[in-house]
């Protein structure tokens, strides 16, 4: 089976070793997705701002891979401050409201970045019904 995939263009892709979103067959996969725009943080200590940014971002990397948030079976949040709860969980609920995939939320210690607060990752499939 082939792979596509998207890349931000960060220099730490090639370093690292990874991609934003990988597609196999019909699973796609989005790595963890922090609010970093041209390596600056984006709304620094605004838990539902961070939040809003990421789920932008893996929308438009699921949107590359002819996906749509309508694919997403699951989400896995990483939260610096799980006390933001709310805030981080009202920017998941306006993204996948009608969508419902099973979530996580756990708080970790950090992310690679002190001031970033959430991290996101995803799974999805993409089942498309011939008519």
């Not at 990874?18 to 996969?29: F, L, S, W």
């Amino acid at each position: 089976m082939s792979r596509t995939r998207v890349f931000t263009g960060s220099p730490w892709e090639p370093l690292v070793g990874y991609c934003r979103a990988i597609r196999v067959g019909d699973r796609i996969e989005v790595a963890g997705t922090t609010a970093m725009q041209n390596g600056e943080v984006v709304g620094v200590g605004n838990a539902y701002e961070q939040a809003r940014f990421v789920l932008t971002t893996i929308e438009q990397a699921l949107q590359e891979l002819g996906a749509s948030l309508s694919d997403v079976i699951r989400t896995r949040m990483y939260v610096t401050d799980i006390s933001q709860w709310e805030a981080f969980g009202r920017a998941h609920g306006e993204f996948f409201g009608t969508v419902q995939p099973v979530a996580t939320m756990v708080e970790v210690k950090a992310l690679i970045d002190p001031l970033l607060m959430i991290e996101i990752e995803v799974e999805a499939v993409v089942v498309r019904v011939n008519e």
